[in-house]
Structure formats: structure tokens, C-alpha cells
């Protein structure tokens, strides 16, 4: 065999590097894409958090930062309880009352059963869609 041209291993390597990189990546399709599909609650809920920058202090996957894991109040506490502290807050450790914030009041339920959902890993961190 002769050798191979600079060009054509320029080629050749950016081919290899693509499909690697198509190899590793996630997929969208299928059934990841159907277990990114919520119920219209859920989905409100998800997008509520989102809107209130819930992030900003809890992580950006709610597994904790400044603030606790969401997750893991989700995995312990009750719905009620999980209400109580959206709603009333808990101000002497930095979380704001949300109970006057009509997103947050409207929809807590959705946020505790997304919550709950990514908690016992029915759902998926990342991008959901709407049933």
C-alpha cells in the first residue's frame, strides 16, 4: 500500500473523530425521547422552576448548591410538607416565602411530582416535553 496523502489523513482522522463523537453522544429518538415526556402538570411544574430560577440555589440539576437538593426533599418530605416550604419558605436558612408568587402557588403540585419523578429516576434531567 502506498502512503497516504496529508490531505487524505486529515480526512480520514476527521471522519474517525466524527463518528466517535456520534458513537458517544446521546440519544434523542427512541426511548429516551418518549421518557422526556411529561404530563401537562409535571410540565408546568418543570417550567415554573425554571421561570423562578430555582437553580440559581439549588443546582442546576436541584441536586444541591447554595441550597439544599431539591431531590432529596422531594424523596423525604410529604407533599404537604414540600407545599409548606415553597409557599412559607424557610427564611432563617435563605429561602424565600413564594405563597404571594401566583407561578409558584399554581404550580407547586406539578413542581413536587417533577421533583419526586427525577428523585425515584422516572424522570430524566434535561429538556422535557409535554404529553
Known amino acids: 500500500?502506498?502512503?497516504?496523502?496529508?490531505?487524505?489523513?486529515?480526512?480520514?482522522?476527521?471522519?474517525?473523530a466524527v463518528t466517535c463523537a456520534v458513537a458517544e453522544a446521546p440519544s434523542t429518538?427512541?426511548?429516551?425521547?418518549?421518557e422526556r415526556r411529561v404530563n401537562?402538570?409535571?410540565?408546568?411544574?418543570?417550567?415554573?422552576?425554571?421561570?423562578?430560577?430555582c437553580a440559581r440555589c439549588h443546582g442546576r440539576d436541584y441536586t444541591g448548591s447554595v441550597g439544599g437538593s431539591l431531590l432529596e426533599v422531594a424523596r423525604t418530605r410529604?407533599?404537604?410538607?414540600?407545599?409548606?416550604?415553597?409557599?412559607?419558605?424557610?427564611?432563617a436558612r435563605g429561602m424565600p416565602p413564594?405563597?404571594?408568587?401566583?407561578?409558584?402557588?399554581?404550580?407547586v403540585e406539578g413542581m413536587y411530582e417533577y421533583l419526586r419523578g427525577r428523585?425515584?429516576?422516572t424522570i430524566p434531567s434535561g429538556t422535557l416535553t409535554r404529553e
Request: proline share 2%; aromatic share 8%.
Open 119 to 121: 428523585a425515584d429516576g
Open 78 to 91: 410529604s407533599r404537604d410538607e414540600f407545599k409548606r416550604l415553597v409557599l412559607e419558605g424557610n427564611v
Open 40 to 53: 401537562p402538570a409535571i410540565f408546568a411544574g418543570w417550567q415554573a422552576m425554571r421561570q423562578l430560577d
Open 29 to 34: 429518538g427512541g426511548a429516551s425521547g418518549t
Open 1 to 16: 500500500m502506498g502512503r497516504m496523502s496529508g490531505a487524505k489523513m486529515i480526512g480520514a482522522l476527521w471522519i474517525g
Open 98 to 107: 413564594y405563597g404571594s408568587v401566583s407561578l409558584a402557588v399554581e404550580n
